[in-house]
């Protein structure tokens, strides 16, 4: 009982620093003062966020602020769902990894090879260098198209085959090749789209039954869904979008059928229990997705001397080298793995160690 109570003050502190003791927002505030979460959202019109925090390799806590909608007194909960926008990609990226695991696919083989609904068009890019899962899941492919905008609610929306080839109702470009793979560092979302096509003509399934299937149902992750909309029972704890002033955006939210991209909606509760299986897997003490190998592939840089491509230098701010799905920062004790996500309404950050069981993960509408 003792032991009991003293965690539960240990958290409740932890927690009480998040609230009151942020690192002050600007040089008008006082040197030392702190900054608390509600003055922080409302300085960035935030309506909702939501927190879990990882420790000792246990949810430690997590816990909602504020509203599911501007003007609403609905509360954000633990269990509120949100975009995870780009933070959807190291999920592919863990699928992906599943199934090299049971050698129906390779990391290092031509996509080409295993595609069928559609190819990756070869040019002069790709004569001698090929498109493969690796470079797809580290943004190396040299492919195009770096993200999506999504859809509004009442918009047509496109089919995965229209995205590849940006055909109308599609609003992005087609995606295809135009550096030769291997040979820098470009952020791509276009890449998972050829991702999650490989992996439908792999398995015959779905996309969202193959990812709930590989790793959702594995750790219990049981408040994350790809179904676009959302069901009427899903939609009624979702948070709603909203822009940068504090206004709504049309429709409540975007959809998006770019769905191994940035189409997952979850909570950071579910975000945190993927991350302790992935820490557990690298240490050796679970297998429920992936294996210790497995997962250090997952964990080891893919960029070696690779430059940032120009067009991207937005993100080469945030990149200090890239994993397949995660970005990696650090060495040795303060390794980390990490993603920004953002979509249309929605902003949220994942980031936890690679060698200790701690970590955190932040979403926003």
Same mark, same amino acid.
């Given at each position: 009982?003792?032991?009991?109570?003293?965690?539960?003050?240990?958290?409740?502190?932890?927690?009480?620093?998040?609230?009151?003791?942020?690192?002050?927002?600007?040089?008008?505030?006082?040197?030392?003062?702190?900054?608390?979460?509600?003055?922080?959202?409302?300085?960035?019109?935030?309506?909702?966020?939501?927190?879990?925090?990882?420790?000792?390799?246990?949810?430690?806590?997590?816990?909602?602020?504020?509203?599911?909608?501007?003007?609403?007194?609905?509360?954000?909960?633990?269990?509120?769902?949100?975009?995870?926008?780009?933070?959807?990609?190291?999920?592919?990226?863990?699928?992906?990894?599943?199934?090299?695991?049971?050698?129906?696919?390779?990391?290092?083989?031509?996509?080409?090879?295993?595609?069928?609904?559609?190819?990756?068009?070869?040019?002069?890019?790709?004569?001698?260098?090929?498109?493969?899962?690796?470079?797809?899941?580290?943004?190396?492919?040299?492919?195009?198209?770096?993200?999506?905008?999504?859809?509004?609610?009442?918009?047509?929306?496109?089919?995965?085959?229209?995205?590849?080839?940006?055909?109308?109702?599609?609003?992005?470009?087609?995606?295809?090749?135009?550096?030769?793979?291997?040979?820098?560092?470009?952020?791509?979302?276009?890449?998972?789209?050829?991702?999650?096509?490989?992996?439908?003509?792999?398995?015959?399934?779905?996309? !969202?039954?193959?990812?709930? /299937? &590989? #790793?959702?149902?594995?750790?219990?992750? %049981?408040?994350?869904?790809? +179904?676009?909309? *959302?069901?009427?029972?899903?939609?009624?704890?979702?948070?709603?979008?909203?822009?940068?002033?504090?206004?709504?955006?049309?429709?409540?939210?975007?959809?998006?059928?770019?769905?191994?991209?940035?189409?997952?909606?979850?909570? !950071?509760?579910?975000?945190? /229990? &993927? #991350?302790?299986?992935?820490?557990?897997? %690298?240490?050796?003490?679970? +297998?429920?997705? *992936?294996?210790?190998?497995?997962?250090?592939?997952?964990?080891?840089?893919?960029?070696?001397?690779?430059?940032?491509?120009?067009?991207?230098?937005?993100?080469?701010?945030?990149?200090?080298?890239?994993?397949?799905?995660?970005?990696?920062?650090?060495?040795?004790?303060?390794?980390?793995?990490?993603?920004?996500?953002?979509?249309?309404?929605?902003?949220?950050?994942?980031?936890?160690?690679?060698?200790?069981?701690?970590?955190?993960?932040?979403?926003?509408?």
């Amino acid at each position: 009982i003792v032991s009991c109570s003293t965690k539960i003050q240990r958290a409740d502190e932890r927690i009480r620093r998040v609230e009151n003791g942020l690192i002050p927002l600007d040089q008008n505030r006082q040197p030392g003062q702190p900054a608390t979460l509600a003055d922080r959202m409302q300085f960035y019109k935030v309506p909702g966020v939501s927190v879990a925090i990882v420790n000792r390799g246990e949810i430690q806590w997590a816990r909602g602020y504020g509203v599911l909608e501007a003007g609403s007194t609905k509360p954000v909960t633990a269990e509120t769902l949100f975009q995870a926008c780009s933070i959807t990609k190291p999920v592919t990226a863990v699928a992906v990894l599943a199934l090299v695991q049971r050698k129906e696919l390779d990391l290092d083989e031509d996509v080409n090879k295993k595609l069928t609904t559609w190819k990756v068009p070869e040019n002069q890019f790709t004569k001698e260098e090929k498109v493969t899962l690796r470079r797809l899941l580290s943004h190396t492919a040299g492919v195009t198209v770096s993200g999506f905008r999504g859809y509004a609610t009442d918009e047509p929306v496109p089919t995965l085959l229209q995205i590849l080839e940006g055909v109308k109702p599609a609003n992005s470009q087609p995606i295809r090749v135009d550096i030769a793979p291997g040979s820098q560092w470009r952020y791509s979302g276009g890449g998972f789209m050829i991702t999650q096509q490989l992996l439908m003509d792999v398995t015959g399934e779905q996309f !969202p039954e193959l990812i709930r /299937r &590989l #790793v959702l149902q594995k750790v219990g992750m %049981k408040d994350s869904f790809f +179904e676009e909309p *959302l069901l009427k029972k899903q939609l009624v704890r979702a948070a709603r979008g909203h822009g940068e002033s504090g206004e709504k955006i049309k429709g409540d939210r975007h959809i998006y059928p770019e769905m191994a991209a940035g189409g997952l909606w979850t909570t !950071p509760t579910d975000l945190a /229990r &993927l #991350v302790i299986e992935l820490q557990r897997s %690298k240490a050796g003490k679970s +297998e429920k997705i *992936l294996s210790a190998q497995s997962t250090n592939e997952m964990f080891s840089g893919q960029m070696k001397d690779f430059p940032v491509a120009t067009v991207s230098q937005r993100y080469a701010r945030q990149i200090t080298n890239q994993g397949i799905g995660f970005r990696l920062e650090g060495n040795g004790a303060s390794a980390r793995f990490s993603h920004h996500g953002g979509n249309e309404g929605y902003r949220c950050f994942i980031v936890a160690y690679v060698n200790s069981a701690e970590g955190a993960i932040v979403m926003t509408n």
